[in-house]
């Protein structure tokens, strides 16, 4: 039975060395080998897609906004928005119906579209930000 299994094995080895997946120099391709500065830098669409919302530190804010056609105009009123709904939810408990007259000024006096991607998938991105000295502080009280 030993001979059986010798061959066995043999045969497994060499259907595996024969069936062995192309390397890219073997199927035509070649890649440019990135540095580590490449690999770990983030791609630009990451820098859109991957955005941070909220506090990015304690005087700016920022909300990430997409549109399907590229309308700025559009998209910066769903920034407003969207900024607007993200600050009462901040407050909290603080929130009282009057300082949504003094938050939607702030939005609108404040706010304004700090960067914008190419288009990504069929979307353009659009970074808001609302900067003010100490808005953080401003918004808890």
């Not at 440019?32 to 770990?40: A, G, L, M, R, Y």
């Not at 830098?41 to 804010?61: C, I, M, R």
């Not at 769903?78 to 939005?107: Q, Y």
């Not at 706010?111 to 808005?135: C, E, V």
Request: with cysteine; aromatic share 8%.
């Amino acid at each position: 039975m030993q001979p059986k299994i010798a061959v066995s094995l043999i045969l497994i080895f060499s259907f595996f060395s024969v069936c062995k997946t192309p390397t890219t120099k073997e199927s035509g391709q070649t890649d440019t080998p990135k540095s580590v500065v490449q690999e770990s830098a983030p791609a630009e669409e990451d820098q859109f897609v991957k955005a941070t919302e909220g506090f990015l530190n304690s005087s700016t804010y920022q909300v990430v906004v997409s549109s399907l056609e590229g309308n700025e105009k559009e998209a910066l009123e769903l920034a407003r928005k969207r900024a607007l709904n993200l600050f009462i939810a901040e407050k909290g408990e603080l929130f009282r119906p009057a300082d949504r007259k003094v938050l939607k000024e702030l939005v609108d006096t404040k706010g304004k579209i700090a960067r914008t991607s190419k288009p990504i998938n069929g979307k353009t991105y659009y970074l808001f930000q609302i900067s003010q000295p100490d808005l953080k502080i401003e918004l808890k009280k």
